[in-house]
């Protein structure tokens, strides 16, 4: 079973549940942390790792002996990411590859008319795999600078199997990467605060859930501040609430020296097995 663990905004504890439940399922768990911007669940997780992969993706190259600057590549890429200067009195024309804005959809080098173009890979990120104790950790690093997460997040879901419970850590968001993630998901926990922000980002989480077809339900954290405004969004829709973390200081304390939930508090381990538990019967069902 795969549950991905999402929000519709950054910093609302979607790290803080991704890790929980795995801590608390132990050995019968896999994390995966897709948030490959800003991978944050090793933090927690503190894995050893024992194997890394790189992870490349195709741009393209020009062989400026062939090209012609005919500018077919540069009106068909959708992305902008390639540039024909052509030539003027004194300065010879070029064709330019911005290889940070490239998708890699292969469209420029379909569309030469000279065969100009070659695909050449360039190292974007990379993947990490490893353990703590019987937990299986995978996690994906995007290198700084580098746009374009879909693919570090493909070959992290790639070395993952689903013989195991999964937990994928999904980016924050709406947007490509998320989809990414946590398509082909069993199941979505969507983790919100009960803020006008949080309700907002949650209603557009939710309508995306809703077109990608996969169930979902919520965990409120910080639960007791702002109003009950998301509790009410949740119960009008028929949305379930998983699970509330209540507003504590302590918590918030152990999230800031690199602890989880239920390693400073257990008896919270109890709460994220029992969800697993309601999640599987629901998804059998
Ligand atoms: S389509 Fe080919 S020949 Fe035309 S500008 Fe681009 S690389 Fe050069
Ligand atoms: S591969 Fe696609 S995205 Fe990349 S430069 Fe060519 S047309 Fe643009």
Do not use: W
């Amino acid at each position: 079973m795969i549950i991905s663990v999402a929000s519709g905004k950054g910093g609302t504890g979607k790290t803080t549940v991704s890790v929980s439940l795995a801590l608390s399922l132990k050995d019968k768990a896999k994390l995966i942390d897709c948030d490959v911007e800003e991978p944050n669940a090793h933090i927690f997780i503190k894995p050893i790792i024992t194997e890394e992969y790189p992870v490349c993706a195709i741009v393209p190259e020009i062989d400026s002996g062939k090209c012609k600057l005919c500018g077919k590549c540069g009106e068909i890429c959708e992305y902008n990411a390639i540039a024909v200067m052509p030539d003027k009195p004194g300065v010879k024309g070029q064709t330019i590859v911005f290889s940070e804005l490239c998708h890699g959809c292969g469209a420029c080098m379909y569309f030469c008319p000279k065969l100009a173009i070659k695909e050449k890979e360039r190292k974007i990120g990379l993947v990490q795999k490893g353990y703590r104790a019987g937990l299986g950790f995978i996690q994906g690093k995007l290198n700084i600078g580098e746009a374009m997460s879909p693919p570090v997040i493909r070959e992290v879901k790639k070395r993952m199997s689903a013989e195991t419970t999964v937990i994928i850590d999904a980016p924050p968001g709406t947007t490509c990467p998320v989809i990414a993630a946590i398509n082909g998901s069993d199941y979505c926990v969507l983790v919100t605060e009960p803020t006008p922000f949080g309700l907002n980002d949650l209603v557009l989480a939710t309508e995306l859930l809703e077109k990608m077809k996969i169930p979902y339900g919520v965990v409120i954290n910080r639960s007791g501040m702002g109003d009950g405004k998301t509790m009410a969004y949740c119960q009008k829709n028929g949305i379930p609430v998983l699970m509330e973390i209540p507003f504590r200081k302590e918590i918030a304390m152990s999230y800031s020296r690199g602890r989880s939930i239920v390693e400073d508090f257990p008896e919270y381990e109890k709460s994220f097995i029992q969800m697993v538990d309601n999640i599987r019967v629901y998804v059998e069902k």
